[in-house]
């Protein structure tokens, strides 16, 4: 069943959005979580939005090259590796299958470590901004060098 509201065509212009995408693939609207990071990157770009985004570690999915790094100011990786969500308002629910981050587009960099240095390593993305990651990077070297 397709929710109500498509968030990926809803106009971000918030002062402070919270996302937690879906981890699969939507094949009938064919989104991924790819989309979801951009859509992270591109409003933040053009509202100034702080944006906080709780995700799967793929450090090395073009994704997180293409929004994160070089894009996010900083990322917890999380402690707890195994995450449970509430279903039904219980804890009921079954653990991430996998390393969770959380991922912060915004300019309070000392607030966003000051919450969450208790739940993982907090890492300053500053030095990234507006660099070429990655195999792009390494490419452009090749060509000019």
């Known amino acids: ?26 094949r009938e609207r ?4 790819k989309n979801w990071l951009a859509k992270c990157a591109l ?18 999915t073009g994704h997180w090259k293409q929004s994160v790094f070089g894009q996010a100011r900083a990322v917890c990786f999380l402690y707890d590796t195994r995450l449970k969500f509430l279903e039904n308002g219980s804890g009921a629910g079954k653990g991430a299958p996998m390393a969770c981050a959380m991922i912060y587009w ?25 660099e070429e990651i990655g195999a792009t990077r390494k490419q452009l070297k090749l060509v000019s060098g």
Do not use: C
Request: aromatic share 12%.
């Open 43 to 60: 409003t933040h770009q053009k509202y100034s939005s702080e944006i906080l985004a709780l995700v799967p570690v793929a450090t090395n």
């Open 30 to 33: 064919g989104t991924t979580i």
């Open 1 to 26: 069943m397709l929710p109500q509201n498509d968030g990926l065509r809803e106009d971000w212009n918030y002062p402070t959005v919270y996302m937690n995408p879906p981890y699969g693939a939507d």
């Open 106 to 130: 915004g300019r309070d960099y000392d607030k966003f470590y000051d919450v969450f240095i208790e739940h993982g390593a907090v890492v300053d993305l500053s030095s990234l901004q507006r």
